[in-house]
């Protein structure tokens, strides 16, 4: 369940790696949330020593820049998740959604009318996995990862691999844009965020999900319509991934084919990270939350400290591997 512990205690007549394996469960289950804020006291710490100009204020404003478009993208993924499925797709609709963008506001389309088309684009994207997901009951790793390579193809094909720039005037102030000094996209990711918490908690579709993420079958035979809250799900995905290429192209001014490459191992590592099991079943809004600042945190403090973006994405995969071993450990067995 979302925000559920899951502990059992100390049991007597143990062996000794079956205590262990408890404790770490002990000393995790519950806490996710108080680990993730110890990670990133002890990030900015050493930040503060080895570089303090990273933790002034003007530097944090200009690096959140680069924070939205995942934040947005670990929203609906938390929930994919939580239904024990997976969405490797998201990068790639986002970058074919930029370069619908392109396309239709160099063709000098109305820009409401470009807008639409790109998230009219991101929902079909997404709809497309949810089909064969929901319907045909095929794995959604095998799906997502067959819709990463297509769609990407597609942007790279559509658009020739050229970049897209000169869009409509007024347009850049939604990416770059603030109101009572709050960026425009934070506070379209807060607002997201306030949606999804308040679908989670307070509907009873929301409260599904868990369900369906811990027994399929136990969820179908009690009355769940699992296949159309999957197909919502992933067209969700789809639908915010257009969203946040808009942010993209809005902030950076410019729409490519290869844009949101490796966003997905990213999206998955914050949700993952911040204890939505990846085996389905239980997860937390605010452990995503968490997990998205950490690693944009660590990634940015990488970059600017050492100046080399691939160690960026040996830290990534780190945090994945810790991520998904302490989920084993945590996750109770699924009643099949």
Known sequence: MMDTEVSEGLKPGRNAASTSKQILQILLSGRQGIVLLLLLAGLWIVAARLSPNFLTSRTQWELSTHLWEMALLTLPMTLIILTAGIDLSVGSTMALCTVVFGLASNAEMPLILSVLLT????????????????????????????????????????????????????????????????????????????????????????LSLSAIGYNETAARYSGLAVSRIKMALYTSSGLTAALAALLFVARRNTAKADLGTGMELDVITAVVLGGTSIFGGRGSLWGTVLGVLLIHEMREFVSWQFSRDELNLIVTGVLLLLSVLADTLLSPKKVE
């Open 119 to 206: 998230l009219g684009v991101g929902a079909i994207a997404g709809a497309i996995n949810g089909v064969f997901i929901s319907r045909a009951k095929a794995h959604p790793l095998i799906i997502t990862l067959a819709t990463l390579a297509a769609y990407r193809g597609i942007a790279e094909g559509i658009s020739l691999g050229k970049p897209f720039s000169h869009f409509p005037a007024g347009f850049s102030s939604f990416g770059q844009g603030s109101v009572i000094g709050i960026p425009i996209p934070g506070l379209i990711f807060a607002a997201a965020l306030v949606f999804v918490a308040v679908f989670v908690r307070l509907t009873p579709l929301g």
